[in-house]
Every structure is written in structure tokens, then in C-alpha cells.
């Protein structure tokens, strides 16, 4: 009878992942660990590494419950070693299997590092498809050959297509693919949005929170309030509660943004996809159910399907084919220091305020908060991408590497020079100003381009124009900014330097700004 080891990662936590398929309640061992190299390696915010260890406690119950032996190290088992690898090696000297069955990582560090688990172990290391996910990195691999550009939009055409979602035959329910242009509304005055769905922590999240208070509580960010779902019957509930209260208006206000608003109408469940404890294609088909039986409509349901059929899957192809070389490109050279503010949220600039402070207490922000506020002032800002991927995959309790890398560094820095986005999202405040209501509270005027009491991000959003003017003046989809530009007299020119550059000497201490801030 061969024995086997099931190693199970953190963000591994579904009954049906590859690597427990097959497994054997009389036969098998199954392995977890807590370990400090995981929640280090970048400072995560507590209430993340709070997530996690609840939710792999949780889970190591439930399988235990179903007659599995786990075998369970806790981040202050005596003898833990604090890495995957010591901890696997320790392990099979404990049960002495005749193989290791893992499923593959999320991140690119943790898969160079699983190459060498057999040689270290002494036993077969078998390292499944984590086929949780929609397309696999060779259906990917395969939908990129010999294309010369990777839109998401032909991507997700071709998913919908072999998912059948929202389809009528071979054509698009509703006859359009995309119902983006009816999603940009902003909140109209008194409306406001339903309320986050909330857990109460039980004795076993209470027990986390005190260790990881304990150990990480000096880390960016509040560990509680903790309202997080650490099980996957709680994170349904939470997803139940988006279709039932907000899933009909997330189309609408998908872009909006609102002062102490953190989650308006979005759902709310990026850590709990990826962590495993909801699974994306049920959700796509739950989301598609309401829009069948009337209750949501369908610029709603396909914007929501979008993001998770569409640019989850998207992103993680590009990160599976691309890296390791992806992380390393900087198409804009940009090599500034991020701002020491994102790790305080002390700014008089409130929309950066607001995005950072909810950011700190929820690790949380939705998508155009992380796009056009954090992400759009570090492009601005000419911040080195690696501060800035190391930032969000730090502070955002969903963050893992195959999906916060392709986000950051492609769509967010313009690093991967198009390879994701074919332009730069860079906008001015006057974006803000459409979008939300930021700009009333702030003491900058959104309306006023130059001077001291400007919005710096808009003598910042020409002022990045200017000094890119070599790298993205050629590019089709920038000829409209790039004709203005080219309408500005020598003298706005240097005003709008002049002022870009007082903005970054305030901001660093130095007119360079490449010196810690
Ligand atoms: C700079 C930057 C960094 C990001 N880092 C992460 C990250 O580390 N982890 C992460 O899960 N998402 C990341 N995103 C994508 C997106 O912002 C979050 O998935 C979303 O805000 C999560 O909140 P929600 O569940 O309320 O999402 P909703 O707006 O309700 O969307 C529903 C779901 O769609 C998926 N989704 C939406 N947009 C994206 C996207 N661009 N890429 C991948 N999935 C998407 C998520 O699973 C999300 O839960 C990042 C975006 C940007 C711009
Ligand atoms: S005025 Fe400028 S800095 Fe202030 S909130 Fe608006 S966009 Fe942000």
C-alpha cells in the first residue's frame, strides 16, 4: 500500500483541489504549516496573515472531521522551522511516505523553490495542475501563440465561448460582448450603498488573532475589527449576500468611488477565490442565474463575469507565461522611492487619504481605488515598480503573486511596456473629480491646473507625459493627450515642470526623490 503525504498550501483551501482528489482517510497523511518565511517575505498586513491561518485552521477541522489525519504545524510549534521546504523535509522524516503529493503554487518563488522538494525530501514529489482555474497555463500558452498583441477582450470572448456563459448559441446573450460603456455612472447625491457583509471572529479566529497580533503587529495595518469569512460555508454566505443586495447595481457604479465608502457595491470576495474557499465557476454561474431569472441585469451580470471569467484568468495566463522576465522589465525607467505616506496614509491629498487609510484598516480597496488613486499616482510619481508591486502585494488581504504582479506591474505601472494594457491608465484629477466625491473634501482644487493650491495630480499627469514623451508619443491609443501637449507654449511647459518638480522635492526631501522619502 503506498503512503502518501498530501501537502496543502494556504491558499489551497478546497475539499476538491487536485492534490486531495484521490486521497484515502486510511492511507494518507495530509500536511499544513504556519510559516513565518510565508508572512515575511513581504510585510503582509496583519488582518491577511490573520485570514489565513484561520482559515487553514478551519479547514485542517473540517478535514479532520471527514476522518483525515492532518498533520497540522502551528506558527509556534516548538521545532518549526518556518519554511515550506524544512517544514515537508521534517514532515516525511515523521510519517516516512513513499511520495508527496502537492498542487502547484501560486507564485513563481514558491515554484522554483517545489523543483527541489524531492531531492530534499528523498521522496517522489508529484506537483499537480491546480485546475481550480478556468483556462490552464497550456490552454493559455496555446491562445497566445503567434498573436502579436494579448487583449483580455479575445481572451475572454474565447472563454465565454467555452464556458458557455451568458451564451445564446454562438453569439453573446444580449448581442454584445462587453456592456462597459454602461458602467461608468457615478453615485447620484443621498444614495448609498448596502452594507459590508461581516463574520463574527470565533474562538479558533480569536486564537489567530492573538498570535498574530503578538508576532506581526508591527506590520502595516489594523488587525481588527476582523470581520473576515474563514470557512467556505461562511464565504458563500458572503457572496450570497452581493447577489442578493448588490449585484444588481455593480455594474452601474463599478467605477465610482465615495467618501468613507470602502466597498459601495462590489463583492468583496477576492480573498476568498483565492484562498479556495469559493470556487470562480460557480460563482460566474450563480451570477448568471440572477440575470435569467430577472433579478439582476445583464450589464451587471456580464461585468461581473467579465472580471472573474475574463481578467482573473487573463492575468494569471500572463503570469504563468511571462515570468520570471516579466518582474524585471521597466519600460518607463521609472525608479523613484514609493512615498513613505503609503505606509501612513498621512497625506493632505484626500483621495490618496482615503484609498490608503481604509486600505490600512480593511485591507481592502476596490479595483479603481488601486488603479486610478494608489496605482495612477505612483505611474505619475515615476516609482520604481518593484516598490510599488511590493506595496500591494503587502497590503491587500487578496494578494498573491500570479494575480497582484500582472495588475501592478502591467496595467498599473506600464512596466511590461503593453504587454497587458496598451496604454498607461494615467489620468489627472479630473478623473477623480468624475468619478467620486473625493475631491469636495480635499484641500487641493481639482480645477486649477498649476500653483500651490492645484491638484498635483494634474500638473504630475502632464508632467509624466513630458518626460515620456520618447516612449509613448508613437502610441496610437496616447495621439489625443499628446496632441494637447503639443499645444501647450514653451512657458506652461516649464511651469508645469517647475511645479511637478517643488511637488517632489516636498515629498522626498530631494529634487530627485530616488533617495528613501
Ligand atoms: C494594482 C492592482 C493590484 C491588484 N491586486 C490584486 C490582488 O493582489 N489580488 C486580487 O485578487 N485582485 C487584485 N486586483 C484586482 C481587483 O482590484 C481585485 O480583485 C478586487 O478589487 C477585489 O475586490 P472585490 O472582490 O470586491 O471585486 P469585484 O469588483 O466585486 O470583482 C469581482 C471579482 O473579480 C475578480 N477581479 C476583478 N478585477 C480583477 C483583476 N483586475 N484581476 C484579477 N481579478 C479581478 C476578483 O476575483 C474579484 O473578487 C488588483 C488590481 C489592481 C489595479
Ligand atoms: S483634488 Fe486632486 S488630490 Fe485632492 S482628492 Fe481630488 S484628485 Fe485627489
Redesign the pocket.
Known sequence: MTRTLRFILGDQLSRSIASLRDAEPDRDDILMVEVGAEATYVPHHPKKIAFLFSAMRHFAAELSQQGFSVDYVRLDDAGNSQDFRSELVRACERHKPDRVVVTEPGEWRVWEDMQGWAEACGVPVEIREDDRFLCSRAHFARWAEGRKQLRMEFFYRDMRRRTGLLMDGDKPVGGQWNYDQENRKSIPKGTAAPPAFAVQPDQTTQDVLALVGGRFGDHFGDLEPFDFAVTAADAEAAFEDFLAHRLAS?GDY?DAMKQDSP?LW?????PY??AGLLDPLTCCKRAETEYLAGRAPLNAVEG?IR??LG??EY?RGIYWLKMPDYAETNFLDADRKLPTFYWSGDTDMNCLAQAIGQTKRLA????IQ??MVT?NFALLLGVAPKEVCEW??AV?A???EW??LP??HG??MHADGGVLGSKPYAASGKYINRMGDYCEHCRYDVKQGEGSKACPLNYLYWNFMMENEDRLADNPRMAMPYRTLRRFAPEKRARIAEDARRFIERIYGDPAGTEAA
Do not use: C, K, P
Request: proline content about 0%; overall charge neutral.
Open positions: 455593480f463599478q466597498t462590489h463583492a468583496v470576495i477576492s477565490l483565492n461581473f472580471q472573474i481578467w482573473r492575468v481592502y480597496a476596490h479595483h488601486r488603479l496605482g500591494y502585494l491587500y487578496d494578494a498573491f494575480v497582484e495588475n501592478t496595467m498599473v
